[in-house]
């Protein structure tokens, strides 16, 4: 269940209208990368110090794979890719690496997590 909470905005194409109040998902805790792998050893037979050495290999790779211009399709987890945030020119002569601005990571999530997100259950705080 995610716990939401009620949080007044202000309008940014109007800055003189009264702020509408939106619904916030609220964490309720942080897994770390430690529980991770111990949950992980838990399900299968292998142990808590080789699920992380898996898992940190994982990150190394994708951080690698992602660097080159790929996309990284995790199995069911879902795809990663970088995106970029750029400049505007007036034609695409003036395209050039200088204008980018800013970097992201894109997540596409995989089939089962975005049957989560159709199904997940709500709860006021």
Do not use: W
Request: net charge positive; glycine share 6%; with cysteine.
């Amino acid at each position: 269940m995610v716990n939401i909470k009620s949080l007044s905005k202000v309008n940014p194409l109007d800055l003189n209208a009264e702020n509408k109040f939106y619904a916030k998902a609220i964490a309720t805790g942080i897994v770390d990368f430690d529980r991770l792998a111990y949950l992980v050893s838990n399900q299968c037979t292998v142990r808590e110090s080789d699920c992380y050495a898996v898992i940190r290999a994982m990150e190394h790779n994708i951080i690698d794979e992602l660097m080159q211009g790929k996309v990284v399709q995790f199995g069911g987890l879902g795809n990663f890719q970088v995106g970029i945030k750029s400049a505007g020119v007036a034609t695409a002569a003036e395209v050039s690496t200088n204008l980018v601005k800013k970097s992201h990571l894109n997540f596409r999530p995989g089939k089962r997590f975005r049957e989560m997100l159709v199904n997940v259950k709500y709860k006021m705080i």
